[in-house]
């Protein structure tokens, strides 16, 4: 169980995450918001300095029935609140533009690297102690950013409010003399020993009671985000399970993953349990505190009751000053655990990208437009070689067609060959990259309009009238009227329609080379050939690379690659229509 360590590796991890914006393009912004804060805080705690003088005035009229003084002083309460409100919304306000501009920079931040170099895939795929990276970019950055920011200015306030009202209750409280074994003790300002004294031993029982609130928190995000995430893959996948009627199986997933939450939130209730008794007694005893201490010298009349109410307001500002771990104790251990895992996510990214993917691949790029792979070997994360001593060379305008067993590597041979499967050996010389199109069996279709979908990944644009003429060659000229309206198109469209939709796009990009991973399995064979030959037509200098398990293709590639599930060898055939 982590335990909460406000030390020197917490504060190290902090500052790892805060200096990059402080540090970046929008530094200047950011500083002068951060000093706008904190002169409106500073001018927020001499405002209450103020209105702890005004309790002294206040309170003397009002023993001494001074109906003039009484209403003036009133009046001077009124502005003097109307500024402390002025300056206590103007930097919350504040605060917050400061945390908007920090969350918008650093989501930013944290999508790029994610997105850079795959790193997206590669965690997914074989990254390890990475949970859930879409809740640490969209739900754990928030935290940080609101907490940090809350915790900083927190402490500031503190720090001054410490500052000033300390002095004040130094002055107010006196002396204090007693006897301890006929030893007569004189002891200066002590009612600022007393908070001092009550405000460890409220902090000490707080961190006993409090300090495994870390790591239930911690673990508690995580048991969300897999209870949102196991719903959110039903939904994508509800007609396969309608198909199969795993409702009874799913609803036990959902029922076990939300009982691990609740067990986990169960502890975190009986620990917040615990922390409001102690704190609850603690503020209250605190309240009544400074009059018990203080009672004694108002009732032999060596202060007055506007002294007596300044002492308590001044020792409350103090108590509260050095109580402020006290207070914020279970957000402060919710902090922890989320700097824990935004700097967990960090590194896991930073180790992808420090590791070639494929470090012992050696690649290169040629202009003669063929794909050559010598001593080429792929592999598998848990050491087996699923394909061994593959030496090919694809040359333009033959169509290839790569069969195999299930399991043979196919599709993983496709990885190698585009960059993103780590476990492979040998060398690969092929074209730049943006003369080769992958389309998988189940084409991905963002989020948006169709449009987009048709268009995606958007560095080609069409006009309507083009989009029209070549949806309709692909036989889904029917969903032109809605080119414009936002949908979830995976789960509109049937796969048959993604895969026709995925020829849209290859007439669209015209790539040299075209990778095609059962691309077709969803068509009719009639469709199936219809989609070929329109590619060829269209577009005669593309190559095809096809991955599938029908006959009715192999009439459209001129080589066959067949790979050995048992061996691990591959062997070519021409002519195989």
Request: charged content about 20%; hydrophobic content about 45%.
């Amino acid at each position: 169980m982590i335990k909460i360590q406000v030390g020197r590796e917490f504060i190290e991890n902090v500052w790892k995450l805060t200096k990059s914006y402080w540090q970046s393009e929008e530094k200047r912004k950011a500083f002068l918001l951060l000093g706008a804060i904190i002169l409106l805080t500073l001018g927020v705690v001499y405002m209450l300095v103020q209105l702890n003088s005004w309790n002294n005035a206040f309170y003397n009229a009002l023993q001494n029935y001074q109906s003039e003084a009484i209403f003036a002083e009133l009046m001077r309460f009124t502005w003097l609140a109307f500024i402390y409100i002025i300056l206590a919304v103007y930097s919350y306000y504040l605060q917050q533009v400061l945390v908007v501009n920090w969350r918008r920079w650093l989501t930013n931040r944290y999508i790029d690297e994610w997105m850079k170099n795959k790193t997206y895939y590669r965690l997914q795929m074989f990254g390890v102690g990475t949970d859930n990276p879409d809740q640490r970019i969209s739900e754990d950055v928030r935290l940080f950013v609101e907490m940090t920011i809350k915790f900083s200015i927190g402490i500031l306030k503190a720090l001054c409010t410490l500052i000033s009202f300390v002095f004040i209750l130094w002055n107010l409280s006196g002396p204090l003399d007693f006897k301890i074994a006929n030893i007569n003790i004189h002891v200066e300002g002590y009612l600022v020993w007393v908070a001092l004294a009550y405000s460890i031993l409220g902090t000490w029982i707080t961190h006993l009671v409090g300090r495994k609130l870390v790591g239930l928190n911690f673990v508690q995000q995580r048991y969300e985000a897999d209870f949102r995430f196991s719903m959110m893959r039903m939904r994508e996948n509800s007609e396969s399970v309608a198909f199969y009627g795993g409702e009874t199986q799913e609803s036990g997933v959902f029922k076990k993953r939300f009982g691990l939450l609740l067990d986990n939130f169960w502890h975190i209730i009986q620990k917040q349990k615990q922390l409001v008794w102690i704190n609850s007694g603690y503020s209250q005893i605190a309240i009544i505190f400074p009059f018990v201490v203080t009672i004694p010298r108002y009732l032999t009349k060596q202060i007055t009751l506007g002294g007596l109410m300044q002492i308590s307001t001044a020792f409350g500002r103090v108590q509260d000053s050095l109580s402020y771990f006290v207070d914020m104790y279970a957000s402060i251990a919710e902090w922890q655990a989320v700097v824990d895992r935004l700097t967990g996510f960090g590194l896991h990214m930073q180790e992808v990208h420090s590791e070639n993917p494929q470090i012992n691949l050696q690649r290169e790029f040629a202009s003669d437009n063929k794909i050559i792979m010598e001593n080429l070997e792929v592999g598998l994360p848990n050491g087996r070689v699923i394909l061994n001593n593959v030496n090919v060379i694809l040359k333009p305008g033959t169509n290839v067609l790569i069969k195999g067993l299930s399991g043979s590597g196919k599709s993983t041979l496709l990885r190698a060959i585009a960059g993103i499967w780590p476990y492979v050996r040998g060398k690969i010389i092929m074209p730049v990259r943006d003369d080769i199109m992958f389309i998988p069996q189940k084409p991905y279709l963002p989020l948006g309009t169709l449009r987009e979908a048709v268009l995606y990944p958007g560095t080609q644009s069409r006009n309507n009238t083009e989009l029209a003429i070549l949806m309709n060659e692909c036989h889904i000229g029917y969903l032109i009227k809605d080119l414009d309206i936002i949908a979830d198109w995976s789960h509109v469209l049937s796969v048959g329609e993604q895969q026709r939709l995925a020829f849209v796009r290859t007439l669209i990009y015209k790539p040299n080379w075209l990778f095609l991973d059962e691309a077709t399995s969803a068509l009719d064979e009639e469709t199936e050939a219809a989609m070929y030959k329109l590619v060829a037509k269209n577009l005669p200098q593309t190559t095809f690379v096809s991955v599938g398990h029908r006959s009715s293709v192999n009439k459209f590639h001129g080589l066959e690659m067949y790979l050995e599930k048992s061996t691990g060898q591959l062997s070519l055939k021409s002519n195989c229509y």
